[in-house]
């Protein structure tokens, strides 16, 4: 056992900072508890585990075991971000700077294990999170072993390199991972050593190496490069969830988006798929449409260079800031195009699958219409007129829920959603929003 402690510069959210390493509740490999933290790994010197004590007074304590109990150790400072100094948040963006102030000490790892996260990633691919944990899990039960350090760790070490490569693409299938993702894993633990040099590679170097095996795309290295390579801009684009359930939709193409959001997400400057949904086609295939919500859209970053702030910090919590920049450029004579021939699938979280959540989106909806209505055009709509429309929107709801019955629960939630969107245009007035992303739904 060896033993070190660290200097600690500035707060550090031990368990916040190392939760992506953990696949999710039960993962063997790592434990996270206030101030303190257990994990797993495979070194170049050998299988390690680590305890990670974080004190009051600014220092950390580290505790390894086993054969890579010395590079384990020399790689906890890159491992928690104390060999870095966090990257200051740019003037304008009051939000980040309020999120980072309530939840200070949130840092991004490193570990320099480039294929301890590639495989559960791949694991990951165009699967339910479920499917995914369940099939890492069992991989660290059937062909992982006991780490080094105290039994009271109960940590278990994931499967090494030439066992995964040694594995047939069959010995996969008791898990739940079919022939492709299961010859994938099995062809980068082949060749795990030219993966693994990816962590001494400047970041765009080490993307290019990833994203040129086939099977690896800018959401796998993505998820790579957030925790082995300690990459603070890595953003998951394209990411496949069917949790619990889908549906198909119409990607909105045209001219909206953020162009640091362009560079960082699609590396290129021109477009940006901004992930999202709708609930029913705008209109049809290349035809126009007059406004968009948070919908799938391909965007040409030159249209904002006229628009000044994009977003009005003041809806960050209550939605419908990015109807309201929609609305906007469409003022400005942008075109907004419909494409009815692409495909989007949704994940819809179990805590957005239900009645209250639907309707109080509609009540939302219509106050957060409201307030953009009222402050956010060049030519305000008056409270009389937004009245009146609040008040049909209601009426006819009502007026509606009859015959909606009728058709059964999605025709009565259609009446209902139209009353309750007309009672949040009136409540919009009054002053009353609905918050709605104070919760995170799905996580």
């Keep these: 056992?060896?033993?070190?402690?660290?200097?600690?510069?500035?707060?550090?959210?031990?368990?916040?900072?190392?939760?992506?390493?953990?696949?999710?509740?039960?993962?063997?490999?790592?434990?996270?508890?206030?101030?303190?933290?257990?994990?797993?790994?495979?070194?170049?010197?050998?299988?390690?585990?680590i305890a990670l004590e974080h004190r009051g007074d600014g220092r950390l304590h580290a505790e390894a075991w086993g054969p890579g109990a010395d590079w384990v150790l020399a790689g906890v400072p890159a491992l928690l971000g104390l060999d870095r100094e966090p990257a200051p948040i740019p003037a304008g963006h009051p939000l980040v700077a309020r999120l980072a102030a309530r939840i200070p000490g949130v840092r991004i790892p490193r570990t320099r294990a480039v294929v301890a996260s590639l495989v559960p990633a791949i694991l990951e691919q165009k699967v339910t999170g479920l499917e995914a944990r369940r099939a890492w899990l069992g991989l660290i039960r059937v062909?992982?072993?006991?780490?080094?350090?105290?039994?009271?760790?109960?940590?278990?070490?994931?499967?090494?390199?030439?066992?995964?490569?040694?594995?047939?693409?069959?010995?996969?299938?008791?898990?739940?991972?079919?022939?492709?993702?299961a010859e994938l894993i099995r062809r980068v633990a082949a060749r795990a050593?030219?993966?693994e040099a990816i962590a001494d590679l400047p970041?765009?170097?080490?993307?290019?190496?990833?994203?040129?095996?086939?099977?690896?795309?800018?959401?796998?290295?993505?998820?790579?490069?957030?925790?082995?390579?300690?990459?603070?801009?890595?953003?998951?684009?394209?990411?496949?969830?069917?949790?619990?359930?889908?549906?198909?939709?119409?990607?909105?193409?045209?001219?909206?988006?953020?162009?640091?959001?362009?560079?960082?997400?699609?590396?290129?400057?021109?477009?940006?798929?901004?992930?999202?949904?709708v609930v029913r086609p705008l209109g049809r295939g290349g035809a126009r449409v007059d406004y968009a919500f948070t919908h799938n859209v391909l965007v040409r970053t030159r249209s904002l260079a006229a628009l000044g702030a994009l977003f009005?910090?003041?809806?960050?919590?209550?939605?419908?800031?990015?109807?309201?920049?929609?609305?906007?450029?469409?003022?400005?004579?942008?075109?907004?195009?419909?494409?009815?021939e692409a495909i989007v699938f949704e994940w819809v979280p179990r805590s957005r699958a239900n009645a209250r959540w639907i309707l109080g989106r509609a009540f939302r909806v219509g106050s957060s219409s409201t307030f953009v209505d009222r402050h956010r055009l060049a030519s305000p709509v008056s409270p009389a007129r937004l009245l009146a429309h609040?008040?049909?929107?209601?009426?006819?709801?009502?007026?509606?829920?009859?015959?909606?019955?009728?058709?059964?629960?999605?025709?009565?939630m259609q009446a209902l959603r139209l009353a309750a969107?007309?009672?949040?245009?009136?409540?919009?007035?009054?002053?009353?929003?609905?918050?709605?992303?104070?919760v995170v739904h799905g996580s």
Excluded at 421 to 433: K, Y
Aim: aromatic letters at 8%.
């Design 203 to 277: 970041l765009a170097e080490g993307y290019a190496r990833l994203t040129a095996v086939p099977g690896i795309g800018p959401w796998t290295a993505a998820e790579v490069g957030v925790r082995a390579l300690g990459d603070e801009d890595a953003v998951s684009v394209g990411d496949f969830n069917f949790e619990e359930s889908f549906e198909e939709h119409a990607v909105l193409t045209g001219m909206t988006g953020l162009e640091d959001v362009a560079r960082s997400l699609d590396r290129r400057e021109d477009t940006v798929r901004w992930d999202g949904s």
């Design 390 to 412: 609040g008040g049909w929107c209601l009426a006819k709801g009502a007026t509606l829920l009859p015959v909606g019955a009728l058709r059964g629960r999605a025709g009565a």
């Design 1 to 49: 056992m060896l033993a070190r402690t660290f200097r600690v510069h500035g707060p550090l959210d031990l368990s916040r900072t190392l939760a992506p390493l953990s696949r999710g509740p039960g993962d063997p490999t790592i434990r996270l508890g206030a101030g303190r933290a257990w994990w797993a790994t495979r070194t170049p010197d050998g299988p390690a585990a």
């Design 421 to 438: 969107f007309g009672a949040g245009r009136i409540g919009g007035l009054a002053g009353i929003h609905r918050e709605e992303y104070r």
């Design 143 to 181: 062909h992982g072993e006991q780490a080094p350090g105290p039994r009271g760790w109960r940590l278990r070490l994931a499967p090494d390199a030439a066992t995964l490569a040694g594995l047939p693409y069959y010995a996969y299938h008791p898990l739940g991972v079919e022939r492709r993702r």
């Design 312 to 340: 009005d910090e003041r809806m960050a919590l209550l939605g419908g800031s990015d109807g309201e920049l929609f609305r906007r450029l469409a003022a400005q004579g942008h075109r907004i195009v419909w494409a009815d």
């Design 193 to 195: 050593a030219w993966f």
